[in-house]
């Protein structure tokens, strides 16, 4: 029977945080860090909700984020309801480890959600806008 052992320091998940930072008019991005649950979850959708205002672009980048749960999840997918209502979208970027494999068995690694950098989101919302000029 193979006996668990702690993780070592390295693999250990960091502290969770979030930034947020402009990345051009009408567009922010959130850095998550850390886990991403119900402990945590009030934290992001204000984050998320702060974020849209006035700007119709949230991207949440999740390249630190090693852990998400269904509580995530859910506000997840109701700020992006709620930014479409508006016009605007929610974009997922560098999903990966357990992250991304949650967001694929929910059925989000959409084309138009989920993408591997933020230049590849940003170079979607380009291709978008011009196709309906």
């Known amino acids: 029977m193979p006996s668990s052992s702690p993780k070592p320091q390295d ?3 960091q502290p969770f945080s ?3 930072r402009e990345l051009a008019p009408g567009r922010v991005a959130i850095e998550v860090s850390g886990e991403l649950d119900l402990a ?3 934290q992001v959708q204000a984050a ?4 849209s205002e006035g700007n119709g672009i949230v991207v949440v980048q999740l390249a630190a984020c090693g852990f998400i749960d269904s509580t995530a999840i859910a506000i ?8 479409a ?3 605007g979208r929610l974009l997922l970027v560098e999903p990966v480890g357990q992250v991304r ?3 694929e068995v929910s059925g989000l690694l959409e ?9 590849a989101a940003l170079a979607d919302l380009g291709q978008r806008s011009s196709s309906t000029s």
């Open 11 to 13: 693999e250990a998940l």
């Open 18 to 20: 979030l930034a947020a």
């Open 40 to 42: 945590v979850a009030s």
């Open 48 to 51: 998320i909700t702060d974020a």
């Open 76 to 83: 997840l997918i109701h700020a992006r309801q709620a930014l």
């Open 85 to 87: 209502a508006r016009g």
């Open 101 to 103: 494999h949650v967001l």
């Open 111 to 119: 084309p138009d959600f989920v993408f591997d950098s933020v230049d």
